[in-house]
């Protein structure tokens, strides 16, 4: 999970303990959204989500929602290169 802290401009990444690959690929997940927000790609504005400028209503299904959708597209990316480093 990715909170974003307005007031400091800053991003709050929470990782529930799991196995080193599996902690590893969800914080490449995150880092994902750290970058949406951080673009504005992705917004959250009193409770409702915009994204690449469009309103999206509370009722998409969380694996259709499209900022998931582009951080499971690029969370291995982002891990193996981490990782490779």
């Known amino acids: 999970m990715t909170v974003p802290l307005d007031a400091l401009d800053s991003y709050v990444v929470i ?14 997940h995150e880092m994902v959204h750290v970058r949406q927000l951080a673009k504005g790609i992705l917004k959250l504005v009193k409770g409702k989500t915009h994204w690449r400028g ?13 900022w998931e959708l582009d951080a499971f597209a690029k969370q291995e990316i982002v891990f193996r290169r981490s990782v490779s480093e």
């Open 54 to 66: 469009r309103w999206v209503s509370a009722k998409v299904k969380y694996l259709n929602q499209p």
């Open 15 to 28: 990782v529930k303990p799991a196995k080193l690959s599996t902690v590893g690929v969800t914080l490449a």
